[in-house]
């Protein structure tokens, strides 16, 4: 008796546990339902992107936002008799198989399929082709290759770097300021090793000797190519390597980095750099028009929702997020 006791109880723990795991419909735009693990997803999307969005009713209505794009943009695909390409299908096989390898228990824990994130990423690529068609060239709403250009050439940059910390970690794990003598002397450091670039040494070189004497492991200094207002770097860094003269050693500072930059002439070699970048140029350009259409698009779907269901699945996600 006490093991079907423990069964019994054991069982509704799992059904409650999994209840936003179930396939009923949230959220039904026209005749497309979309089932709560489907929703789940939207709402990590919502999540991740916003964390701002810390109340059931935020989340809910990020959550429909996403469900309801997500299916206009897959009727309007199937509308324009469009299709995906070898590398596109590829791309997203690709794609999933690394977040299922990297965050598979997570999903599992949210009750996600593999077989749901195959959907949203198809659908994203849907959404990038009815752009394309739209906007590049050909479409009805072409955007000049000039324009295209132009934005690249003042948006990105493209650099090779050496990057030094003005920072260390002290005895309690917290990170502190180096004292004035230390930065002062990274400082010269790093004006000496722009000399030596200045004058002929080869700045892979320089590197190495760098990260070799300051105990880390030797590499070369790649081509990175970045885009304004990126996060990857402080907010000063954009403007003051833009500013460089090309292939000619410049160090910038900030308040936890300092820097020795030599800038790119993108220019000479557009098959490297304009070409590869010129599809995500035109998606950047041609983004916010296109999500006003997509809006446009949603108002001629019947819209049905759920709330207490969306409600279910908002509490699970920002329970997770609290642990």
Not at 65 to 87: D, G, I, P
Not at 154 to 166: D, H, N, P
Not at 198 to 207: C, E, F, R, S, T
Not at 236 to 251: E, I, M, Q, R, T
Request: with cysteine; net charge neutral; proline share 2%.
């Amino acid at each position: 008796m006490k093991k079907l006791t423990a069964l019994f109880i054991a069982l509704i723990l799992l059904f409650s546990l999994s209840s936003c795991f179930s396939q009923r419909k949230v959220i039904s735009v026209g005749n497309a339902e979309i089932s709560e693990e489907l929703f789940t997803y939207f709402l990590t999307q919502a999540k991740a992107e916003n964390p701002s969005l810390t109340t059931n009713e935020k989340l809910r209505e990020a959550g429909y936002k996403k469900a309801t794009e997500y299916v206009t943009v897959n009727t309007k695909f199937m509308q324009s008799k469009l299709s995906l390409s070898v590398l596109q299908k590829e791309a997203i096989a690709s794609d999933v198989e690394n977040l299922w390898h990297t965050f598979n228990e997570y999903y599992k824990s949210l009750g996600i399929s593999r077989t749901t994130l195959t959907k949203v990423r198809t659908s994203e690529e849907y959404r990038n082709t009815l752009l394309t068609s739209l906007y590049a060239e050909g479409g009805k709403e072409e955007i000049p290759q000039k324009k295209i250009k132009e934005y690249f050439y003042s948006e990105y940059i493209a650099f090779q770097a050496i990057t030094g910390y003005l920072t260390q970690t002290d005895e309690n794990g917290n990170l502190v300021k180096l004292d004035e003598n230390e930065i002062k002397k990274l400082k010269n450091e790093f004006s000496q090793m722009a000399k030596q670039i200045a004058d002929g040494l080869d700045i892979n070189y320089v590197k190495e000797s760098y990260l070799k004497a300051h105990g880390y492991e030797p590499s070369e200094a790649e081509i990175t190519v970045y885009k304004k207002g990126g996060a990857f770097f402080p907010k000063n860094f954009f403007d003051s390597a833009s500013k460089l003269k090309y292939n000619k050693p410049g160090v910038i500072s900030s308040d936890s980095y300092i820097f020795l930059v030599v800038l790119k002439d993108m220019s000479k070699d557009e098959e490297s750099y304009y070409n590869k970048y010129k599809d995500i140029c035109l998606k950047e350009l041609a983004n916010e028009n296109f999500n006003k259409k997509v809006s446009s698009w949603t108002k001629d779907f019947e819209i049905k929702t759920s709330d207490n269901l969306a409600d279910k699945c908002c509490k699970i996600i920002l329970n997770t997020e609290r642990k």
